[in-house]
């Protein structure tokens, strides 16, 4: 086709002319609808990958949280061991020197009764 054929084409209101303009739009319709299905795939696993790598985040976020909680937790476990530690081994001090002041006490009381 040359340079008049195409000017002839432009000047006619022809309908093949009018056929071939319709299956022109049709074609280029669907490429750029194909390429957009592309597009919106390539789109969308971008989008899956950042909603997983936000998720991830957020999850990392909380076992963060989670391990600080569990931090202070144990930290205060310890505390009230170490407390309770200190009581057992006072009470176990106190219940020896009870033990000792009944034991003087009735040696005293067998002494006396005897002496």
């Given amino acids: 086709m040359n340079i008049a054929d195409v000017n002839q084409l432009r000047e006619t209101n022809s309908p093949s ?27 969308g696993g971008g989008s899956k990958d950042a909603q ?3 998720q991830l ?3 990392l976020s909380t076992l963060r949280a989670d391990f600080g909680t569990a931090k202070l937790e144990l930290e205060s476990l310890r505390s009230r061991q170490e ?4 009581l057992v081994r006072e009470l176990q001090e106190e219940a020896v020197q009870s033990a000792d002041d009944i034991r003087r006490s009735l040696n005293m009381r067998h002494e006396k009764g005897y002496g």
Avoid: M, P, Y
């Fill in 17 to 43: 002319k009018e056929r071939l303009t319709v299956q022109w739009l049709s074609q280029s319709i669907a490429e750029i609808r194909s390429e957009l299905a592309e597009v919106q795939g390539s789109f």
């Fill in 52 to 54: 997983f790598r936000n």
């Fill in 57 to 59: 985040l957020e999850d």
């Fill in 83 to 86: 407390k309770t530690e200190v």
